[in-house]
């Protein structure tokens, strides 16, 4: 989850515990509803989350998952809050700031069954991936295409 935070300073802990189970409810449903009984969710912790599904699926699933979250944030955000699209909170010295609304950054990094991956390896390139794909607005998916000679890039939901 992007900017995830902001969203603890301003609702509090108890708000953010109930975010963070929307983000899990919202994976939950997707793989439900896109995915196969073989398909994994864990959470790794914080705002981060792990899906291990069949590339097959993963856009259907990762699209479904961004839906489901930005359908139900509204429930999650005070309405004020809600209708300008930020929060406001205070900075490190103590300086109103705007930080946009939470939004969901999903990455996808294939792994073969070939045991070419590890887990050093799959953690660099989904941290490489993440930290380049939270720089861009809203709610995405980056599928890790290098394999296929491409860089990733992200894409909105309407294009996943």
């Known amino acids: 989850m992007d900017r995830f ?4 300073d301003r609702y509090g802990f108890a708000r ?3 975010l963070i189970c929307h983000v899990a409810e919202s994976l939950r449903q997707a793989l439900r509803a896109c995915g196969q009984p073989e398909d994994f969710l864990g959470h790794v912790g914080g705002d981060d989350f792990v899906l291990a599904v069949a590339p097959e699926r ?4 990762a699209a479904d998952a961004i839906r489901r979250f930005e359908t139900g944030l509204g429930r999650h955000v005070d309405p ?12 490190r010295r103590r ?9 969901l950054t999903i990455v996808g990094v294939p792994v073969s069954g070939s045991g070419e991956w590890n887990l050093l390896k799959l953690g660099e390139a989904t941290s490489e991936l ?3 794909a939270k720089r861009r607005p809203g709610s995405k998916l980056v599928m890790d ?7 990733p890039e992200p894409r ?3 294009e996943a």
């Open 95 to 103: 300086r109103p700031v705007r930080v946009p609304l939470p939004t």
């Open 130 to 132: 993440k930290l380049s």
């Open 145 to 151: 295409r290098r394999g296929a000679g491409t860089r």
């Open 80 to 91: 004020a809050d809600f209708a300008r699209g930020y929060v406001e909170v205070a900075d």
């Open 16 to 18: 953010g515990d109930t």
């Open 58 to 61: 993963a856009e259907a699933i």
């Open 5 to 8: 935070k902001a969203y603890n």
């Open 156 to 158: 909105a939901p309407s």
